[in-house]
């Protein structure tokens, strides 16, 4: 009996997902556990394992569609002893026509958009037509009747950042998709590849033309549609400003004391290939200030309030699709070495889009650092479900009071925001000057 494949749920707030790249083709036989495909979800980009075993005998969804719903059918699974045309004979297998489904010959914007059925027949035919379509050699930056370079929003996006015209690259995937293997190879800005054609048989070639838009009052600009993860980050980040009141509360932290024992800590753990970071200091110091006022270590959950007794600090790092917080669990008792390896390691891959859901996913507060870009201070808006978040400015030379008299000093400007739902403005301020407290007597980060 055929085996659906379809899109799964890979994290909590899926809805719809990027089919980015499939990593297996139609004949290949596929055991448990085999990684099948590449799927972008609304925070990263991760792998999909197979959970049964076959042969591939139809792809539904071509690579680089985007907006397929979590439990659209993505392709077909034959048993043991089936083939394509059993397949195709038989259906689904579980009362539903493989003609419902999107086939696989259809681009990226239809296999999106068309939610309508078609006869058994008419699909049978569409797949034989992208099978037949696959074996043969594509033609360079193969394209659609309206002209439309097809490629996948992977290889669209490697081929801006290196200024490769994908007029000029010939697709592999389904359909002639230009996927991004094929991009990996070409040259930047390479021409397209153009043969002389016959006047009496060929007629004259379309150039196209981009035109910006204009806005209504003129402006030109280039509308740029959004990926998952800034659909999710426009979200919930309108939903916190519109539902949670936020309460801001700012203090200036002298710096120098910490900046002198990370020199210092820095000179020892040097053999040991590990060099700390403010930031890592700081992600300690929000950790043990959060146990020394549990009391703003919590979340508003309607009708109660959660209170946590581990510090998950909720790091912002700001990757190619968009911001994402991955998590340093238990920051408050963790030393600065293992505190600095895991942050390096979660950055990285964050930036490379191959988080886990349980690397992103909770936390109970969260630390946004834009210092080093030279941000003096600012306002960072609340990740629900978590109370608070505290924005990190750039440490700057300022004159300071020292011991009774003005000096100059490396001074940080810190700002809580805080959830006055579930944290009163004294627990807040208890909070910021805990941080600031640990922050200029920093050995108790150490201890």
């Given amino acids: 009996m055929p085996i659906q494949i379809r899109m799964p749920a890979l994290s909590p707030t899926m809805e719809e997902g990027?089919?980015?790249?499939?990593?297996?083709?139609?004949?290949d036989a596929v055991a448990s556990g085999d990684i099948m495909a590449e799927i972008e979800t609304d925070k990263a980009t991760m792998e999909f394992e197979a959970v049964d075993e076959g042969t591939i005998a139809q792809i539904v969804i071509a690579e680089g569609t985007e907006n397929v719903k979590v439990g659209d059918v993505i392709a077909i699974l034959a048993e043991d002893g089936?083939?394509?045309?059993?397949?195709?004979?038989?259906?689904?297998?579980?009362?539903?026509?493989v003609a419902e489904v999107k086939p696989a010959?259809?681009?990226?914007?239809?296999a999106s958009s068309s939610d309508e059925a078609?006869?058994?027949?008419?699909?049978?035919?569409?797949s034989q037509s992208a099978t037949e379509q696959a074996d043969a050699k594509p033609s360079a930056a193969q394209k659609s009747t309206s002209d439309r370079i097809i490629a996948s929003p992977l290889a669209k996006?490697?081929?801006?950042?290196?200024g490769i015209d994908l007029a000029s690259v010939t697709g592999s995937g389904p359909n002639g998709r230009i996927v991004k293997a094929d991009v990996d190879g070409a040259k930047a800005g390479a021409a397209p590849a153009q043969t002389a054609p016959s006047d009496a048989t060929m007629p004259a070639p379309k150039v196209p033309v981009k035109t910006p838009a204009e806005s209504e009052f003129g402006a030109p600009y280039e509308a740029q549609k959004l990926n998952n993860v800034r659909?999710?980050?426009?979200?919930r980040l309108t939903e916190a400003k519109q539902t949670v009141p936020h309460i801001y509360l700012t203090v200036d932290v002298q710096l120098d004391a910490l900046l002198k024992l990370r020199s210092e800590l820095n000179a020892t753990l040097e053999a040991d290939g590990i060099k700390l970071s403010v930031n890592d200091l700081l992600i300690k110091a929000l950790g043990r200030a959060l146990a020394r006022v549990p009391q703003c270590n919590v979340s508003f959950q309607g009708d109660e309030l959660h209170q946590y007794s581990r510090q998950d600090v909720s790091v912002a790092v700001a990757a190619p699709s968009g911001l994402i917080t991955p998590i340093i669990v238990d920051a408050g008792r963790k030393g600065l070495a293992q505190i600095s390896t895991e942050m390096k390691e979660l950055a990285d891959k964050a930036r490379e889009g191959k988080l886990q859901p349980h690397e992103y996913q909770g936390g109970t507060a969260s630390l946004s650092n834009l210092g080093m870009f030279g941000t003096k201070q600012f306002d960072a808006?609340?990740?629900?479900?978590?109370?608070?978040?505290?924005?990190?400015?750039?440490?700057?030379?300022?004159?300071h009071v020292i011991d009774g008299a003005l000096g100059i000093a490396t001074v940080m400007s810190a700002t809580g925001s805080f959830d006055h739902r579930a944290i009163d403005g004294a627990d807040g301020a208890q909070l910021m000057s805990a941080f600031k407290e640990?922050?200029?007597?920093?050995?108790g980060l150490v201890v």
């Fill in 438 to 443: 640990l922050c200029e007597a920093p050995m």
């Fill in 118 to 126: 078609v006869p058994a027949k008419a699909a049978s035919r569409s």
């Fill in 231 to 235: 659909k999710v980050i426009a979200r």
């Fill in 82 to 97: 089936e083939s394509a045309k059993d397949v195709a004979a038989a259906g689904t297998g579980d009362g539903e026509d």
């Fill in 18 to 27: 990027t089919l980015a790249k499939w990593l297996l083709k139609e004949g």
């Fill in 157 to 162: 996006r490697i081929a801006e950042q290196k």
């Fill in 105 to 110: 010959a259809a681009t990226a914007d239809e």
């Fill in 381 to 399: 808006v609340i990740n629900p479900p978590q109370g608070m978040i505290l924005a990190v400015g750039a440490g700057e030379k300022r004159p």
